[in-house]
């Protein structure tokens, strides 16, 4: 039998996406991320958008989310982007097929003007998202 949420976080947060790339700063939603699922029980989605089938992303995004989630189930998605598409776009899109109740993502810290200019994922997912997106500094 499984257990209801026994608090707001818990039920409000049930099923969250965490789009991840593999530098640093993705780092920290991962922890975030963590500590949803230890603390309420939270399934956790993680999302890697590739450029093609042989991305060597690919292959780090695994080893450090095998490295840093021992022991917390997860599962792993991996899109690859179509030509003309963005990371922004499938992580939309995967929004748009699969409920979730939290995106939790980082930034390089690009906001205002910075943000528009350099393409900022973050802020398009935010603008685009049918659902709750907490964005991490």
Request: aromatic residues 8%; glycine residues 6%; without cysteine.
């Amino acid at each position: 039998m499984v257990e209801e949420p026994s608090s707001f976080l818990a039920y409000r947060f049930r099923r969250i996406l965490v789009p991840i790339v593999p530098q640093p700063h993705a780092e920290q939603a991962i922890n975030i991320a963590m500590e949803f699922a230890t603390s309420y029980g939270s399934k956790l989605t993680f999302l890697y958008v590739a450029q093609s089938d042989k991305d060597p992303g690919i292959e780090k995004v695994k080893r450090i989310l095998n490295d840093k989630l021992k022991g917390i189930e997860y599962e792993l998605k991996i899109r690859i982007a179509k030509p003309g598409e963005t990371a922004a776009s499938e992580i939309v899109r995967e929004l748009s097929g699969t409920h979730y109740d939290l995106v939790i993502m980082s930034t390089r810290g690009y906001y205002g003007v910075a943000a528009l200019v350099y393409e900022s994922t973050s802020i398009a997912v935010a603008l685009a998202a049918n659902t709750s997106v907490l964005i991490l500094r």
